[in-house]
């Protein structure tokens, strides 16, 4: 039978400072499955302390302006000291920074100064835990443009790290095939996670954070939301792009298409059983018809009428062209009989909205165009609830029994996967209502 592997990424809180990487050494060692482990660089220790790539990122800015950099260098060089003092190892800490130094001297990189944290802190976790240290420039390719080749990656990955039997892989950078250094997005060692479990053919790939899974709320707005035990690759999707974070969607979407499971857990509470992220439910597993009620504020709708926009004429495709022309993206249309509703985000429509109205009405000729501003978008989802199930109505009538008005509701296909739109000053109304109607199922 094929030995388990499990790929196990931390995140900054995780390898904040020595006791954190103290507790990632005892979680890796309670399973032999954890066998490639992928960190982040030090994030924060308490709530006004600053994340190392941030202080890389100023130290970047300080030395392209030509101005003194010293300092800040050292107060990097400070956290690093005390994670290796305090895990008592030896580390070449003043070569590491010397070779740093002098490419700030003399030709300071943006990713390549801020991939500095990673590459460092799998150096240290990697001594501490015995493990190989695997620098993702070798394995992590990007084209020149900046974009990662995954098919490149995967067979790079993969042949780097299967011969290895235990590994720690700094997050969130690559390098071209001339050997320079590009990051992903912030947060993007979690993609570097999914990469190395797609890569491995991990059974799993567990995303170690600072908190026991993910929120059926936003917990700034629901005091102690419940915590979801299961959760589709889908519902996540939505749930982030609306707004809930843990979790970088790109890392979703590659763990996805091979069907890996992800499992959200804290590294400060490993007994807790966290969020599993799968395809489909395991059977038996007993589940709330709404996952989870995420949303976002800021969105713009704008109401366009015309007698018989489905007729055929092509009406609804020249008004997404006009969208697409312009690169303005929407979050979502839906078209009837007479109308169209667009909702877009109010700082993005707020650049062409005069001219943006002016092509509609000269192109389309509308009978009618109408504008709704300070409105927020709401998720609810729950892949459980059955084709049959009342929960979607039972959503809208628990918003208009809180006297919520809602302006757009656009139900997706399938299970329940509803988009409400409602005015911004009941943003947070809505969210506890629909949240205290799925405590009441
Ligand atoms: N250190 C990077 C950041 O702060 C990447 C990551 O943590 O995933 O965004």
């Not at 299970?415 to 947070?428: A, D, F, M, T, W």
Request: aromatic share 8%.
């Amino acid at each position: 039978m094929k030995e388990r592997i499990v790929v196990a990424k931390f995140g900054g809180t995780s390898v904040a400072d020595a006791g954190q990487v103290r507790k990632i050494s005892d979680i890796v060692r309670s399973d032999p499955a954890r066998r490639f482990i992928v960190v982040s660089a030090p994030g924060k220790r308490f709530s006004d302390d600053i994340k190392v790539t941030d202080l890389l990122l100023d130290l970047y800015e300080k030395a392209k302006a030509g101005e003194p950099f010293a300092a800040e260098l050292r107060q990097i060089k400070m956290r690093f000291r005390e994670i290796i003092n305090g895990l008592g190892i030896s580390f070449p800490l003043d070569e590491e920074f010397e070779i740093l130094e002098q490419s700030l001297r003399t030709e300071p990189m943006r990713d390549y100064t801020a991939s500095r944290g990673e590459y460092l802190t799998a150096k240290i976790v990697a001594k501490y835990l015995g493990f190989t240290f695997v620098d993702p420039a070798w394995c992590v390719c990007f084209d020149q443009d900046g974009h990662l080749n995954g098919p490149m990656t995967s067979r790079t990955m993969c042949a780097s790290l299967l011969p290895l039997n235990r590994a720690v892989i700094a997050g969130f950078y690559g390098s071209d095939m001339s050997g320079v250094i590009h990051t992903f997005e912030r947060g993007g060692s979690d993609i570097t996670g999914s990469l190395a479990a797609c890569a491995v053919g991990a059974d799993l790939y567990e995303n170690w954070t600072d908190v026991s899974g993910l929120y059926a709320a936003d917990p700034r707005i629901v005091e102690n939301p419940e915590t979801v035990s299961y959760m589709s690759y889908r519902e996540l999707r939505t749930l982030s792009y609306m707004g809930a974070s843990v979790l970088h969607s790109d890392a979703v979407l590659s763990a996805s298409e091979l069907e890996i499971p992800i499992n959200i857990r804290n590294t400060d509470r490993p007994e807790d059983a966290g969020t599993m992220i799968v395809r489909h439910l395991p059977s038996g597993v007993i589940k709330n018809p709404v996952t989870g009620v995420s949303g976002r504020k800021g969105m713009s709708v704008i109401q366009i009428e015309k007698v018989m926009v489905s007729d055929g004429s092509g009406f609804s495709a020249l008004m997404l062209d006009i969208l697409k022309e312009r690169a303005l993206p929407f979050e979502y249309c839906l078209t009837g009989i007479d109308s169209i509703t667009l909702v877009i985000r109010k700082d993005l429509l707020d650049d062409c909205k005069e001219d943006l109205f002016e092509e509609i009405r000269e192109t389309l000729h509308p009978d009618f165009i109408g504008l709704r501003e300070n409105q927020s978008l709401i998720a609810v989802t729950g892949e459980k609830a059955t084709e049959s199930s009342d929960a979607n109505v039972r959503v809208l009538e628990k918003l208009t029994s809180k006297g919520i008005e809602i302006s757009t509701i656009n139900q997706g296909a399938g299970k329940l996967n509803l988009l409400i739109g409602v005015p911004e000053e009941r943003y947070e109304d809505a969210i506890r209502a629909i949240y205290e109607f799925r405590q009441s199922l």
